[in-house]
Structure formats: C-alpha cells, structure tokens
C-alpha cells in the first residue's frame, strides 16, 4: 500500500508564497501521474494542478493557472506545489493524489491520496 505524505502548509498573508511538497513511500513512482486539490470549508474538492510520471506536461485548475507551478523530478516520489501571490481565497486543505490515469486527478478519484495539509491565506 503506498502512503502520500504532505507538508508545507501554514499560515501566510495575502501576496505571499508556500511550497508544498507531497512524498510517495515508494522510491521510485512510475507509471503514477501525481497531482493536488484543494477543499474549502463548505464547498467541493477543487482540482490545482497535476504533471505526468515523467514529470512534464503540467496542468492547472483555472484559478491557480499563472500562480501556482506544480513541480516533480522524472520517475520521483516527490511532487510539488509552488504557490505565488496568494489570496484568501486559496484558503483551503490541500491533498496530494496519484493515480496511472491522470485525468482521475483532476475528476477527485484518484487512487492515493493524502492526508491533507491546511493553507491559510490572511488578508
């Protein structure tokens, strides 16, 4: 069973940046898209950002796109997600997920998944 562990998350004011990062318990993670969402209290698991095994081709959820770069070594275990110019807005918990078939990511049914790591955005 792979585990998905986050970190990263914190509090940070409005225009600021985080990283996070989310690491698989495997060495290596072929074959495994990886990528993140976001929930807000009271509202859906939003997709963020995804990027294939080889760790190209990156993908955004419109209200991060130009903000948010999502980040990942060929084959690693690693996947991150750089967060510029933060709003309130972006307040949420984050959760890492993988999955061989990314586009489960970006439909919230991925496979893996974290346990989540809280951002809160201060305005």
């Known amino acids: 069973q792979v585990r998905l562990t986050e970190s990263g998350g914190g509090l940070v004011q409005t225009g600021g940046s985080l990283t996070l990062s989310c690491a698989a318990s495997v060495r290596t993670f072929s074959n495994y898209a990886m990528g993140w969402l976001r929930q807000a209290p009271g509202k859906e698991r939003e997709f963020v950002a995804a990027?294939?095994?080889?760790?190209?081709?990156?993908s955004y959820g419109d209200s991060v796109k130009g903000r948010f770069t999502v980040s990942r070594r060929s084959t690693g275990n690693t996947v991150y997600l750089q967060m510029n110019n933060l709003k309130p807005e972006d307040t949420a918990v984050y959760y890492c997920?993988?999955?061989?078939?990314?586009?489960?990511?970006?439909?919230?049914?991925?496979?893996?998944w974290g346990q989540g790591t809280q951002v809160t955005v201060s305005s």
């Open positions: 990027i294939s095994w080889t760790g190209v081709n990156p």
């Open positions: 997920a993988a999955d061989m078939d990314r586009s489960k990511i970006q439909a919230g049914t991925a496979g893996y």
